[in-house]
């Protein structure tokens, strides 16, 4: 591998304009397609499970190339990586306080956690890849910005028709047991919300383009900064006053998803944008941040959603739920500290009692899914302190070497490598989650790469060699 303050940017061959325009638009086709087109898979059954399909032609693309480079950091993933692996060998394993099952009914979630893990790593090389001309930074912050406007799309479809769901033509396509797994459902049965009893009594809670509500208020807060950059931000006052508009109608299903935690993150990133606003002397666009903050709350507080959320507030048995499965975590954690067991564990009874459980009558009773309620906890208990360090690291490694990165996408790109550190308490990053931020790296990667480029001369007479697999650049 080639050490960052060695590595120089590729001189990149003049083409005529024409087919310029087409190499641009067909470099980074399987990431447009990611983003732009998620609705369609959505409806198609496919939804999560385009991540790992398209993955694939990423991959292609990248074994193709003479030199993939890898952003700041690197290592440390790879180092997760291999945690993920090594951590199956405990598959077999069953910790005191968890329902005893064998090692083959473990070997579904664990691929599809590995898949999800490398699906966003083949995503992050290949965006990071990616020179601005095939497909310009811009490009990609605008397709995050209109996946936002998807994602409140389908927040708003899940209040006003929260029924709503139908079969998909890859859910009919599946054998009936496994169509009916509740896990594959939420992969393949398109649905418009998630109907839970958190008030008291059956709610909706909005949950499309996604199978979870968690995964959609993770989402939209990941995706905010995105959009504010796109719409909003140095835009025609058109553009500028339908984004404020999208803004303000967003707070209808962020609110009636009744997530506390997307309702504390995304008052976070408004804190972590007034931060990095005032350090920078920038006190019109801190004034901007606050005065949107006290509008937008304004509005809440004299709307029926001050109603909703007041009910909310009131209502915290899931609270009891949490505390259980995070002390289960922590307890199954110290008989194996290292490398935990390769993948969440069913705990016996419930917050309430040992002797409360699943049976015949009752299949949803007791035996909460150790690891299920925060990406942190996911990892104590599948990869241990090991693959949680690691995991942990490589993203406040990232935020370390890009902190001074003062771009408009980079605030934004910030804002969506930050959250995670606060959402891990409460959700779990697979898979559309964990792709966000990693797209938000490329960018700042791809950023940082545009600022310090040196163009490497080729001396006459002599013959280039051939590129090492691995790059590493960038500041370190």
């Given at each position: 591998?080639?050490?960052?303050?060695?590595?120089?940017?590729?001189?990149?061959?003049?083409?005529?304009?024409?087919?310029?325009?087409?190499?641009?638009?067909?470099?980074?086709?399987?990431?447009s397609g990611l983003l732009v087109l998620y609705p369609l898979w959505w409806a198609l059954g496919?939804?999560?499970?385009?991540?790992?399909?398209?993955?694939?032609?990423?991959?292609?693309?990248?074994?193709?190339?003479?030199?993939?480079?890898?952003?700041?950091?690197?290592?440390?993933?790879?180092?997760?990586?291999?945690?993920?692996?090594?951590?199956?060998?405990?598959?077999?394993?069953?910790?005191?306080?968890?329902?005893?099952?064998?090692?083959?009914?473990?070997?579904?979630?664990?691929?599809?956690?590995?898949?999800?893990?490398?699906?966003?790593?083949?995503?992050?090389?290949?965006?990071?890849?990616?020179?601005?001309?095939?497909?310009?930074?811009?490009?990609?912050?605008?397709?995050?910005?209109?996946?936002?406007?998807?994602?409140?799309?389908?927040?708003?479809?899940?209040?006003?028709?929260?029924?709503?769901?139908?079969?998909?033509?890859?859910?009919?396509?599946?054998?009936?047991?496994?169509?009916?797994?509740?896990?594959?459902?939420?992969?393949?049965?398109?649905?418009?919300?998630?109907?839970?009893?958190?008030?008291?009594?059956?709610?909706?809670?909005?949950?499309?383009?996604?199978?979870?509500?968690?995964?959609?208020?993770?989402?939209?807060?990941?995706?905010?900064?995105?959009?504010?950059?796109?719409?909003?931000?140095?835009?025609?006052?058109?553009?500028?006053?339908?984004?404020?508009?999208?803004?303000?109608?967003?707070?209808?299903?962020?609110?009636?998803?009744?997530?506390?935690?997307?309702?504390?993150?995304?008052?976070?990133?408004?804190?972590?944008?007034?931060?990095?606003?005032?350090?920078?002397?920038?006190?019109?666009?801190?004034?901007?941040?606050?005065?949107?903050?006290?509008?937008?709350?304004?509005?809440?507080?004299?709307?029926?959603?001050?109603?909703?959320?007041?009910?909310?507030?009131?209502?915290?048995?899931?609270?009891?739920?949490?505390?259980?499965?995070?002390?289960?975590?922590?307890?199954?954690?110290?008989?194996?500290?290292?490398?935990?067991?390769?993948?969440?564990?069913a705990a016996l009874g419930s917050s309430n009692s040992i002797a409360v459980g699943a049976n015949?009558?009752?299949?949803?009773?007791?035996?909460?899914?150790?690891?299920?309620?925060?990406?942190l906890w996911l990892l104590l208990v599948a990869q241990g302190l090991a693959g949680a360090v690691?995991?942990?690291?490589?993203?406040?490694?990232?935020?370390?070497?890009?902190?001074?990165?003062?771009?408009?996408?980079?605030?934004?790109?910030?804002?969506?490598?930050?959250?995670?550190?606060?959402?891990?308490?409460?959700?779990?990053?697979?898979?559309?989650?964990?792709?966000?931020?990693?797209?938000?790296?490329?960018?700042?990667?791809?950023?940082?790469?545009?600022?310090?480029?040196?163009?490497?001369?080729?001396?006459?007479?002599?013959?280039?060699?051939?590129?090492?697999?691995?790059?590493?650049?960038?500041?370190?």
């Amino acid at each position: 591998m080639i050490p960052a303050e060695q590595a120089v940017a590729p001189v990149a061959p003049e083409v005529p304009g024409p087919a310029r325009r087409r190499s641009s638009w067909s470099a980074g086709w399987p990431l447009s397609g990611l983003l732009v087109l998620y609705p369609l898979w959505w409806a198609l059954g496919l939804g999560t499970l385009i991540v790992f399909v398209l993955a694939v032609p990423m991959t292609i693309a990248l074994i193709r190339k003479r030199r993939v480079n890898v952003p700041p950091g690197f290592g440390l993933w790879l180092l997760f990586l291999i945690t993920v692996v090594l951590s199956t060998t405990m598959l077999g394993v069953n910790p005191s306080g968890t329902v005893p099952e064998t090692m083959s009914h473990r070997l579904v979630p664990v691929a599809f956690n590995l898949a999800g893990y490398l699906s966003a790593t083949v995503i992050l090389l290949y965006a990071g890849n990616l020179s601005e001309e095939q497909f310009p930074r811009q490009r990609l912050v605008r397709q995050l910005g209109y996946f936002f406007v998807v994602v409140v799309a389908g927040g708003l479809l899940g209040v006003v028709a929260p029924t709503f769901q139908f079969t998909s033509p890859v859910e009919r396509l599946l054998p009936y047991t496994i169509a009916t797994n509740p896990f594959v459902q939420s992969l393949v049965h398109p649905t418009a919300a998630q109907l839970q009893d958190v008030l008291g009594y059956s709610s909706p809670r909005p949950s499309a383009p996604f199978g979870y509500t968690n995964t959609w208020g993770d989402c939209l807060a990941l995706l905010i900064g995105f959009f504010v950059v796109s719409w909003i931000i140095r835009q025609n006052p058109l553009r500028k006053l339908a984004g404020v508009a999208i803004l303000l109608v967003s707070a209808v299903p962020i609110v009636y998803s009744l997530n506390r935690g997307v309702w504390l993150g995304i008052g976070l990133a408004a804190v972590l944008m007034a931060v990095r606003m005032a350090a920078r002397g920038r006190f019109g666009a801190l004034g901007a941040v606050l005065a949107g903050a006290i509008i937008a709350g304004s509005v809440i507080a004299l709307s029926p959603l001050s109603a909703v959320i007041s009910d909310r507030l009131d209502h915290q048995k899931s609270n009891g739920i949490r505390s259980f499965t995070v002390s289960q975590t922590l307890t199954v954690l110290s008989e194996s500290p290292v490398l935990g067991y390769g993948s969440t564990r069913a705990a016996l009874g419930s917050s309430n009692s040992i002797a409360v459980g699943a049976n015949a009558k009752c299949q949803k009773c007791g035996n909460p899914t150790i690891g299920s309620n925060g990406q942190l906890w996911l990892l104590l208990v599948a990869q241990g302190l090991a693959g949680a360090v690691l995991y942990v690291g490589f993203f406040i490694r990232s935020l370390w070497v890009y902190r001074h990165d003062r771009s408009p996408m980079g605030d934004a790109s910030i804002l969506a490598l930050a959250l995670p550190l606060w959402f891990m308490f409460v959700y779990n990053a697979l898979t559309m989650p964990l792709v966000i931020s990693f797209l938000a790296i490329a960018v700042l990667w791809r950023n940082q790469r545009m600022q310090s480029a040196v163009v490497a001369p080729v001396p006459a007479g002599k013959v280039r060699l051939p590129s090492v697999p691995l790059v590493f650049r960038g500041k370190r």
